[in-house]
């Protein structure tokens, strides 16, 4: 089966084109061109709609009631359709500081159920957790807070059969560089977060290989002119990714606009953190153990912090548009291509490239998602 789209403007690999026309053959994209090609076996006509690869959320908890958590297969399938509509083909289920069993069981499930969900791909897990300190906690549960375990990893790894991507831990905690050592030669990428850590320590773990600040601004030491902390390693270290939640309660835009600057939005990856409310109306729900108040848009634990969220990752997209702190042509790579790239899948996902799975959205120029496919069917329709 040959397909081809006609749309005003396709955001590929390599630039914005348009309008033109894009093959996908048997489930994966083909070759972009301006003229209409000679062979095909349907044209999908999207005139008036721009093309924009898939989008890959690689810090997510949960959507429509459930949660990663709650170690449920069914549950799993649900966020994975759910994300459908949020314009998301790929995710990272992401896990909470929790008890080992749990962990080690999450591992599992996940490991053998990971390729059987009917929505957007699980391409692999993100450890959030529970390698943290407390100060800056956030929703994580301290009661479970242990050292980096090089011994604890090998075995969710090895339950999982190797799905695990990503790993976040506070630099400070006894065993940190060792720990990061043996991850980064396990292709494992490690990521800071739910630190107090100074600039010279998370520096040290840059250092030996850790990669990517979790959720910056948030839950993690500020900057102060006489000491940077994990924030102004997060602006100043070379080479590393810096996700931001863009839901407008997380950090100001003036702010995500400094760190896009500074960072270069080539660098900046766009998350969610969402939990189990997103999607979902505004009430009481749960984040892990703790009880959590969904109210006026923010998802808050009982002493007012902030618990996750309930942001989709194509609100992100158009409110660092609307914002006026990025393109569109930016906000769609930080959410899409910048993600892959951070987790070293972007050779399966995030772009328009000829030989991957064509998993694509449909977009109006105001950014509204009208279509989620996946390999080259359509998913989701918002008509």
């Given at each position: 089966m040959i397909s081809v789209l006609y749309a005003d403007k396709f955001f590929i690999e390599n630039g914005v084109k348009g309008p033109g026309y894009l093959t996908i053959k048997e489930g994966k994209f083909g070759s972009y061109s301006v003229a209409k090609p000679n062979q095909y076996d349907e044209i999908l006509d999207f005139t008036g709609s721009w093309i924009a690869p898939g989008l890959v959320d690689t810090h997510i908890h949960g959507y429509k009631g459930h949660d990663v958590m709650d170690n449920d297969f069914e549950g799993l399938n649900e966020i994975s359709e759910g994300l459908l509509s949020c314009g998301v083909t790929s995710f990272l289920p992401t896990t909470l500081t929790s008890s080992i069993e749990l962990l080690d069981g999450v591992s599992k499930m996940i490991g053998q159920k990971a390729k059987d969900?009917?929505?957007?791909?699980?391409?692999?897990?993100?450890?959030?957790?529970p390698f943290f300190t407390e100060e800056h906690k956030g929703a994580q549960n301290p009661d479970y807070f242990i050292d980096p375990s090089v011994e604890h990893l090998k075995k969710w790894q090895e339950l999982s059969g190797g799905l695990i991507k990503k790993i976040a831990i506070a630099p400070e905690r006894e065993g940190a560089l060792e720990f990061i050592d043996y991850a980064k030669k396990e292709n494992i990428t490690v990521a800071l977060a739910h630190s107090s850590a100074t600039y010279d320590k998370a520096k040290q773990a840059v250092d030996?290989?850790?990669?990517?600040?979790?959720?910056?601004?948030?839950?993690?030491?500020?900057?102060?002119?006489?000491?940077?902390?994990?924030?102004?390693?997060?602006?100043?270290?070379?080479?590393?990714?810096?996700?931001?939640?863009?839901?407008?309660?997380?950090?100001?835009?003036?702010?995500?606009?400094?760190?896009?600057?500074?960072?270069?939005?080539?660098?900046?990856?766009?998350?969610?953190?969402?939990?189990r409310a997103g999607g979902m109306p505004e009430g009481n729900s749960k984040l892990g153990e703790f009880p959590v108040l969904v109210k006026d848009g923010a998802a808050r634990l009982e002493n007012g912090s902030l618990a996750g969220s309930i942001l989709e990752l194509k609100t992100a997209v158009k409110n660092?548009?609307?914002?006026?702190?990025?393109?569109?042509?930016?906000?769609?790579?930080?959410?899409?291509?910048?993600?892959?790239a951070s987790v070293n899948i972007e050779n399966e996902c995030g772009k328009i490239q000829e030989g991957l799975d064509a998993d694509f959205i449909v977009l109006s120029p105001e950014l509204d998602l009208n279509a989620s496919y996946i390999d080259g069917e359509c998913r989701y329709s918002a008509e």
């Open positions: 969900v009917k929505g957007a791909k699980i391409r692999g897990i993100f450890f959030e957790g030996h290989g850790a990669s990517i600040f979790t959720h910056t601004y948030n839950g993690m030491s500020g900057f102060h002119h006489r000491e940077p902390g994990m924030v102004g390693a997060a602006m100043n270290l070379k080479d590393v990714y810096v996700e931001l939640i863009c839901d407008g309660y997380h950090v100001n835009p003036v702010a995500a606009n400094i760190l896009m600057d500074v960072s270069g939005r080539e660098r900046v990856v766009l998350v969610t953190d969402c939990m660092v548009v609307a914002w006026d702190i990025a393109t569109s042509e930016e906000a769609i790579k930080m959410a899409s291509t910048v993600p892959a």
